[in-house]
Structure formats: structure tokens, C-alpha cells
């Protein structure tokens, strides 16, 4: 592999000829010995505050009522914020010798959970660890937590393109990628860093999802843009992208988000997207294997 590479073999000449492929496969970490894993699907977006872990937790939730074993493992290691939404707490089980690994907790709803919050003594003590420990820390998250015969295991990135989620693209056989986006002019530079991330990782983008598209008064059910115009149809077919949600302001969601309900919610918003992870194949890892992505 040349100085100059940039790991995106697709656009290469010398693609199959320099090794660089069969290097980032190398780079894939094998997940527990006793971890069967189906499909992977990471949540990201160019910036922070577009609402990730909203629509994850919302994902993980519609497939666990599609009859699906779903796990959520909270990549956003320095500002967890699953373990709230779901209303999960108390530590996870230590490794043993028979269960050699370490079990997620289960959500109300009976989805498996694995944040830095379920480690720490107190879930409001900061996390001030540089990069490297931060991306070694998500890498244990995969290797090291036994997530059994999950049909779905949702990642939720932290924002940007920097160690974690080059981590999560690099060591876990990720089967797809959802980017999330707000409705605001540098919307396409978000969509653009993401979407570049994720070719030069050969990792598929499997749509977008607009958040805080809109908020409708309750009082005359009129939709109000908050934040101005949006253009999220326009972007999403400059870079051939699916629309696979626009989600409302909503304060119930808020509110459900708050109080750890999120499992509660009413809504169909997510049922398009939920329709097109169904439609995924499995990566057909064996049990203890690494597979390449897709």
C-alpha cells in the first residue's frame, strides 16, 4: 500500500494489487467467543446534536417490536446517553469463567444495552480519556461483551469523523450506516463528511434521517419548520440516498426520553426505515468469527 493511499479501492487503479484490502480486513476485531451478531448498523452524522441517540434508540425499539433480539452498544463513550433513554441502570455482569465476557443489561423492553455508564459508580462522573482509550474502550465493547444472537446491534457513534467512529468502522463488520441530519443550511456538508467516511472505509450508507424536520401545533395541526426550509430531498439524491424518516419536534418524545420510556412511544416514523433493515441479509458470521464487511 502507497504513503498516498486513501483506502478507497473502489476508485483505485490498483485496486486487488496492493494489499490495502486485505489490510483493512486485518483490522477487523473478532467479537467474544460466545457473540452470534446477525447485522451490525451504525448511527452517525457529520456533527453533534442532530439527535443520534433519538434515533437509535427509536430503531432498536421498532425492530424489538418487529419481533427481532436487538443489542444497542453506546459508542459516544465521553457523553453516554442510552442507558437514560432506556430507563436502564445498576452495573453489568463481570466476566466469570463460564460466561467468559461480560453481559449487557436488558432494557424494560428486553434489549440489550452496553454503555461506559454501566461501569462507572456514578452515571454523572465524566469520562476524561484521551482518543486511543476512548476507541480501545468500544473495541472491548465488541470483544469483550458476550451479545447473544442479536438480530440487530445498533452502534451509536459519537459525532464526527475521529477515532471512534473510525474505530467502529474499521473493527466492526458494520452491514450499513445511517446517517442523521437536521434541517439547516450546513446539512449538506454534514451529509458530505459522512458519506466521504464511509466510502473510503468501503462501508454502505443506507439513508438518511432528518431530525427536528418540524413541530406541529397542536392546536391547529399546522407544521411549523423551526428551523427554516429544508432541503433534505435535494441532498439525499445528489449523493443517491433513500429518505428513511423526517421526525418531528416532538415534545412527548422528549419527555419519554427524560423519564427512560423511550420504549413507549407512539409514533410510525421510523417504519420505512425499519422496513429497509429487514430487508438486510445476514453477514453469516459464525459464532466467534470475524467477518469482512459487506
Given amino acids: 500500500m502507497s504513503d498516498s493511499c486513501s483506502s478507497g479501492c473502489s476508485n483505485c487503479p490498483s485496486a486487488g494489487g496492493c494489499g490495502s484490502a486485505a489490510e483493512q480486513h486485518n483490522l477487523l476485531t473478532p467479537p467474544n467467543e460466545r457473540s452470534h451478531v446477525k447485522r451490525v448498523i451504525a448511527i452517525m452524522s457529520g456533527k453533534g446534536g442532530v439527535g443520534k441517540s433519538l434515533v437509535t434508540s427509536l430503531l432498536a425499539t421498532a425492530m424489538a417490536r418487529r419481533g427481532h433480539r436487538v443489542g444497542v452498544l453506546d459508542a459516544d463513550i465521553t457523553g453516554p446517553s442510552i442507558p437514560k433513554i432506556f430507563g436502564v441502570k445498576g452495573e453489568v455482569e463481570k466476566a466469570d469463567a463460564e460466561l467468559a465476557g461480560i453481559r449487557p443489561l436488558k432494557s424494560a423492553g428486553g434489549i440489550d444495552i452496553m454503555s461506559i455508564n454501566l461501569l462507572l459508580k456514578n452515571e454523572s462522573d465524566p469520562v476524561v480519556w484521551r482518543g486511543p482509550i476512548v476507541a480501545g474502550i468500544v473495541r472491548q465493547f465488541w470483544q469483550d461483551v458476550v ?144 467477518p469482512a464487511n459487506a
Fill in 147 to 290: 451479545w447473544e444472537n442479536e438480530d440487530y446491534l445498533f452502534v451509536d457513534m459519537p459525532p464526527g469523523t475521529g477515532d471512534v467512529p473510525l474505530t467502529v468502522l474499521q473493527s466492526l463488520p458494520v452491514d450499513g450506516i445511517i446517517i442523521v441530519t437536521s434541517p439547516q443550511e450546513l446539512v449538506s456538508m454534514i451529509v458530505e463528511k459522512a458519506v466521504k467516511m464511509a466510502a473510503l472505509l468501503n462501508a454502505p450508507v443506507l439513508g438518511i434521517i432528518e431530525n427536528m424536520a418540524y413541530f406541529r401545533c397542536p392546536d391547529c395541526s399546522k407544521e411549523h419548520k423551526i428551523f427554516g426550509d429544508s432541503h433534505i430531498e435535494e441532498i439525499a439524491r445528489d449523493y443517491f440516498l433513500p429518505l428513511l424518516a423526517r421526525l418531528p419536534i416532538e415534545p412527548k418524545l422528549a419527555a419519554l426520553c427524560d423519564a427512560g420510556k423511550i420504549e413507549s412511544f407512539e409514533g410510525g416514523w421510523v417504519d420505512a426505515a425499519a422496513l429497509l433493515l429487514e430487508e438486510l441479509p445476514e453477514h453469516g458470521a459464525a459464532e466467534g468469527e470475524a
